[in-house]
C-alpha cells in the first residue's frame, strides 16, 4: 500500500524524465498498489511526431523513472506495459508487490533523476569508460531494445547526412517551424516547453562536429557573417561524441514504451557515471529518414533514439515540469 503522499514523490521523479520538446505528454492514476501511465493526446506535436511515436517514448521514460524512485523508497515493482483494448492511451501499470530493501545501486540510480538534464553543449574529449557501455547495453536489453554505438566512418557519414537531411527540411518547414516556436519558453519559471536558456545559444553552423543538433531557435536567427579566420589561426578542436542508437524489433506503442523505459534506464545510469547525453532525433522525425537509416546501416529492427554523450563541459540546468497535481488522479 502506498500513501497519497508517496504517490506523490514517485509521479514528481517520473515527471522529471525528458520528453520530446518538454511536452510532459503524460497523465498518471494511483489507486493502493498500481500506478497507470497513460498518453496525453491534448499534448500532441501533430506535425513532429504525428504517431505520437516520440511522446510515446516520452512516457516510456517517464515510466523508468517511476520504477527507479519506487525501488530507491524499498518497493518490489513490477510493470505490465502492452495496449489495453479498452484504452489505448494506458500505455503501462506500475504494480507494488510489497517491501523490499533499497541498495545502493537504486540509491545511485534514484539520486540521478535529479542531476540528469539534456547537455547540448559540447563534451569534453575524453572516452567513454567501455565497461558502462557493456552495461547499458545489457540493461536495455532487459527491456527487450538493443543499444549500438555508431561506429566506424561509413555509419558515422550515412547518418550525419541523413541528420542533415532532416534537419533542413525541417528548418525550411514553416508548420514545423511554427510547432517548434509554441514550445519554446523566454520565461525561466515556464513549467513547460524548452527554455531558451537550455539550447547553445551560437549558430549551429558555427560549431566544429559533423553531428546537427535541433536548432531549436531556427526561427528566430539573423543571419549573420562567419567570424573571418585568419592563416595562422589554429584549426577548432572538432566534436568527437560517442553516438549511442538504440531500437526495438516491434514498432509499436509497446515498443515504444520499452524504448523509452530502456532511454530512462541508459540516461541514469550515464548520469550516475558522471556523464550527460542529448537527443539528436531529426532524422528519426520523418518516415523517410527513418526508413534510409534503417536501409543505409542494416539494422535488424527499427531505430528509435539517437543520443550524443559525453563528459560535461558545463553543468546542465533543469527545465521545468507541470505541477504534479496537473498529471495525478489518485483514487
Ligand atoms: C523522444 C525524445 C526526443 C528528443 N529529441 C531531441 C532532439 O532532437 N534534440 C534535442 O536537443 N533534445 C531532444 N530531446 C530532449 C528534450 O528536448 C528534453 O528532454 C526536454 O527539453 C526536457 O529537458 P531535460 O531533458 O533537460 O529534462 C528529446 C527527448 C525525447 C524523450
Known amino acids: ?25 503524460w497523465r498518471f492514476t494511483a489507486s493502493a ?28 521514460a ?3 523513472f517511476a520504477a527507479v524512485a519506487l525501488r530507491a523508497a524499498g518497493r518490489q515493482v513490477a510493470v505490465d506495459v502492452g495496449p489495453d483494448p479498452g484504452d489505448p492511451d494506458h500505455l503501462a501499470t506500475l504494480r507494488v508487490l510489497g517491501d523490499r530493501p533499497a541498495d545502493a545501486d537504486d540509491a545511485s540510480l534514484a539520486a540521478a533523476i535529479g542531476d540528469r538534464h539534456t547537455t547540448r553543449d559540447p ?15 545489457r540493461e536495455a536489453g532487459e527491456h527487450g531494445v538493443w543499444v549500438s554505438e555508431l561506429s566506424g566512418a561509413d555509419a558515422e557519414l550515412v547518418t550525419v547526412v541523413l541528420l542533415q537531411r532532416a534537419e533542413e527540411a525541417e528548418r525550411g ?16 519559471q515556464a513549467v513547460d516547453g524548452i527554455p531558451v536558456g537550455a539550447v547553445p545559444a551560437d549558430h549551429p553552423a558555427t560549431r566544429s562536429t ?17 567570424a573571418p579566420v585568419a592563416d595562422d589561426d589554429p584549426p577548432p578542436s572538432v566534436e568527437r561524441p560517442t553516438v549511442l542508437l538504440l531500437g526495438t524489433m516491434g514498432d509499436d506503442r509497446t515498443a515504444w514504451v520499452q524504448a523509452g523505459r530502456a532511454l530512462g534506464r541508459v540516461l541514469l545510469r550515464l ?31 527499427h531505430p528509435q533514439m539517437l543520443l550524443r554523450l559525453g563528459w560535461p563541459s558545463v553543468a546542465g540546468s533543469a527545465t521545468g515540469r507541470r505541477p504534479v497535481a496537473e498529471v495525478l488522479t489518485t483514487r
Open 1 to 25: 500500500m502506498v500513501d497519497v503522499q508517496d504517490w506523490q514523490e514517485v509521479v514528481t521523479a517520473a515527471t522529471r524524465a525528458p520528453s520530446i520538446h518538454n511536452t510532459q505528454p
Open 33 to 60: 498498489d498500481r500506478l497507470e501511465v497513460h498518453y496525453d493526446p491534448d499534448r500532441s506535436l501533430p506535425v513532429l511526431d504525428p504517431s505520437h511515436r516520440q511522446q510515446v517514448i516520452s512516457c516510456g
Open 62 to 64: 517517464a515510466v523508468e
Open 123 to 137: 563534451f569534453l574529449p575524453q572516452e567513454v569508460p567501455a565497461g558502462l557501455f557493456d552495461r547499458v547495453q
Open 173 to 188: 518547414d514553416p508548420a514545423y517551424r511554427a510547432e517548434l516556436e509554441a514550445w519554446l519558453r523566454t520565461d525561466p
Open 210 to 226: 559533423n553531428w546537427p543538433g535541433r536548432d531549436f531557435l531556427v526561427g528566430r536567427r539573423t543571419p549573420r557573417p562567419r
Open 271 to 301: 548520469t550516475a557515471a558522471g556523464l550527460s547525453a542529448a537527443p539528436m532525433t531529426q532524422a528519426l522525425d520523418w518516415p523517410a529518414t527513418r526508413t534510409r537509416l534503417q536501409v543505409e546501416l542494416s539494422l535488424v529492427g
